[in-house]
């Protein structure tokens, strides 16, 4: 198999020769923004929101993104074609670029644009059928006044920081409270929860606006399933019949026990399932096409 090319700045590079600076403040202070987003079956899953999002995260930051939306999407699909792909999953990264020691990104004159696609099957494996185990951690959320998590900024201490502790603690994936106890997000993904037929799931204020959490929740209102956003707490979580949780990388994933505690009958319930049923659905036959 052909090496992998990555976009870098208009050119098409080797994986192996695709290195950079060591002054990019992406590297030295995780200054910059990225995106995570999926091709399935030669079309790209919701590409525009995708960029919208790149692009909202990259004005908070003050970072201007040397390219229109138009040509980052046609960068997005060039990038998909160089490598002959069809389900991939693709990570644009815009960085301040090039600076000096110092903090200030004045001193970066030429934000670096990247774009890495490569083929990722299923993150979570043979979970999907029987349900991953969640962990909630002592880590809060980053709080919105500090560093909001409606930013997909390159800084994922954060949840690397509740990944760690999740792993230490033998789940799956760390479920995020913020410093109000309300439940926020896990590492990488939103979080649904259902009590008595209803779905419930956080407003966006102290989690990423996903694009998989839209998704599904314009799904469930399709099959006329009642979604609540509303502030959820422990106490939700342990009662829930069934919990599941979004992404594009982790897709839409069962979550079956949390702190040692069975959700529901601790196995995927009937929402869940029917939810992931839609979502592979939707996302094998939409989206962007790549070639055309
Ligand atoms: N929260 C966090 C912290 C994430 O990293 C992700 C993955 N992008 C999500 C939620 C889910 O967002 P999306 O569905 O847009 O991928």
Redesign the pocket.
């Known amino acids: 198999m052909s090496e992998l090319l990555i976009y870098y700045n208009g050119e098409f590079v080797p994986k192996s020769q695709a290195t950079t600076s060591i002054y990019d403040h992406g590297f030295l202070y995780g200054d910059g923004v990225f995106e995570?987003i999926r091709a399935y079956n030669g079309r790209v899953f919701k590409l525009r929101e995708h960029v919208d999002r790149l692009y909202d995260s990259a004005k908070a930051i003050a970072l201007n993104i040397p390219m229109t939306k138009e040509e980052m999407e046609e960068a997005i699909l060039e990038t998909l074609r160089k490598n002959n792909l069809k389900d991939a999953y693709i990570r644009p990264i815009v960085s301040r670029g090039v600076g000096d020691l110092g903090l200030d990104p004045r001193k970066c004159p030429k934000p670096n644009v990247y774009i890495i696609s490569q083929e990722w099957g299923a993150m979570y494996g043979d979970l999907y059928e029987v349900g991953l185990t969640g962990v909630t951690v002592a880590v809060r959320r980053n709080s919105a006044d500090a560093l909001s998590?409606n930013i997909?900024s390159l800084n994922y201490l954060n949840?690397i920081l509740a990944k760690i502790e999740a792993n230490e603690k033998g789940g799956d994936e760390a479920i995020f409270f913020d410093g109000n106890g309300y439940l926020s997000?896990g590492?990488?993904?939103?979080i649904f929860i259902i009590k008595n037929g209803k779905v419930y799931t956080p407003p966006t204020i102290n989690?990423?606006k996903?694009?998989?959490?839209a998704t599904a929740i314009e799904l469930l209102k399709d099959m006329d399933i009642e979604v609540s956003v509303e502030n959820l707490g422990l106490f939700d979580l342990y009662t829930a019949d069934e919990i599941f949780v979004?992404?594009?990388?982790a897709e839409a994933a069962p979550l079956v026990k949390v702190d040692g505690r069975d959700i529901g009958d601790g196995k995927p319930g009937p929402i869940t399932k029917k939810m992931i049923a839609a979502f592979e659905d939707i996302t094998q036959n939409s989206g962007t096409p790549i070639y055309s």
């Open positions: 995570g998590p997909k949840n997000e590492s990488g993904d939103n989690n990423l996903g694009i998989t959490r979004t992404g594009t990388a």
